[in-house]
């Protein structure tokens, strides 16, 4: 692109009086309309923002060095036409579920909560609930024919 393009395009008037009294008037960056002071602050922060996507650091972390939120630090790359080279990927550890089923109608038959199963699985009990709920499991009926025959 040309210079042009990347100049901070003003009006000769910084501010303007209208029914509501003074305001600053807008300028042009980039063909998007904002605050002198925020394309000023864009046309500086654009090499180091370059250089920060040629190292490798996340959006995430850049924006957080930068003191903006994903969400500005994503509008000003769009403005400046950037691509983010580095994107984060989330993983979750994977639970070894072996075995849970029995534990879980072995516990229920006992007369545990699944508050207690989920211990003895070394795991939390929402994911004992969650686990139960898909499988099918009426853990209740059970652990209630325990009550009664315990009686």
Partial sequence: MSDLYETIIESPILFHQDKHGYRRNAVSYRGHKM???TAHRMKELRPSVEEMNKRGMTLRKAAQKLGYTRQTFRKYLRIWGIRWLTTERFTRKTIDKTGWREAI???AQKGW???RI???LDTDLANIHRYCKRHDIAWKAIRKNH???NR
Avoid: I, R, V
Wanted: charged content about 25%.
């Fill in 35 to 37: 605050y002198p002071s």
């Fill in 105 to 107: 109608l072995a516990g």
């Fill in 113 to 115: 909560t699944l508050q």
């Fill in 118 to 120: 989920g211990e003895s």
């Fill in 147 to 149: 009550e009664k025959e």
